[in-house]
């Protein structure tokens, strides 16, 4: 059943990311995201579907990396910071946001975290049903969100990171870097398989959590 409840945040979260970034090279001169479609909130058009099952499987994935052109921008260093952090700046601010929206709509009860996005519990002002499904929704857009930003901060293809250190690193490291590139792949999907990565982001996620909340205590 969970998996029901995941889907929407597995679409929406990837194509919002993706998105943004078409959009922040698209505003310094980048033609390349509207030739190829990708200007768009539309999800299919940036899914990728092992990113996909992945998001589903393990609540970490990545949809399809928008193609852009550093040429077009004025200031090559500045574009690509931006283009390739302001995404992931949107999906902690989208994911905090509706943390906090959760705890708002369920009536301010200071549930726990965990009660939140994987065991919520019927609240009196709405009917239980409809409430708690639109709530566990809301609670897994949030928890994707926020593991979407700081699963991003690792430099691994294709993830948003990985852009940056290739524009900063010398043509030696840059070798070296595509060189391993897909053995580095495979070590991030073992991670993955073997639920590793947990141990390290979802604590931060639920501090993140905690964080949020503490603006409505």
């Not at 499904?133 to 609670?139: D, E, M, S």
């Not at 391993?180 to 990565?197: A, C, D, R, T």
């Not at 949020?212 to 205590?217: D, E, H, L, R, V």
Request: charged share 10%; glycine share 6%; aromatic share 12%.
């Amino acid at each position: 059943m969970r998996f029901i409840y995941m889907i929407p945040a597995a679409l929406l979260v990837p194509a919002i990311h993706e998105w943004v970034k078409a959009l922040c090279s698209t505003m310094q001169g980048d033609q390349t995201p509207k030739n190829t479609g990708r200007l768009s909130l539309n999800p299919i058009k940036h899914m990728e579907p092992i990113g996909f099952m992945f998001i589903l499987l393990f609540g970490f994935g990545w949809g399809r990396p928008v193609e852009t052109a550093t040429l077009h921008y004025k200031n090559r260093s500045l574009g690509v910071v931006i283009t390739h952090t302001v995404p992931i700046l949107i999906n902690l601010v989208l994911g905090i946001t509706a943390a906090i929206a959760v705890v708002i709509l369920s009536g301010g009860q200071g549930m726990m975290p965990h009660a939140v996005f994987f065991a919520l519990e019927s609240f009196p002002f709405m009917p239980p049903d409809v409430q708690i499904f639109g709530l566990i929704l809301l609670a897994h857009f949030a928890f994707i969100n926020i593991n979407f930003a700081l699963f991003n901060l690792i430099p691994i293809y294709p993830l948003a990171t990985n852009r940056l250190l290739l524009h900063f690193s010398r043509p030696d490291t840059i070798a070296r870097l595509n060189h391993y590139e897909k053995p580095m792949q495979m070590i991030l999907i073992l991670l993955l398989l073997f639920n590793l990565l947990d141990r390290a982001i979802i604590p931060i996620t639920v501090r993140i959590l905690f964080f949020a909340w503490g603006f409505i205590a």
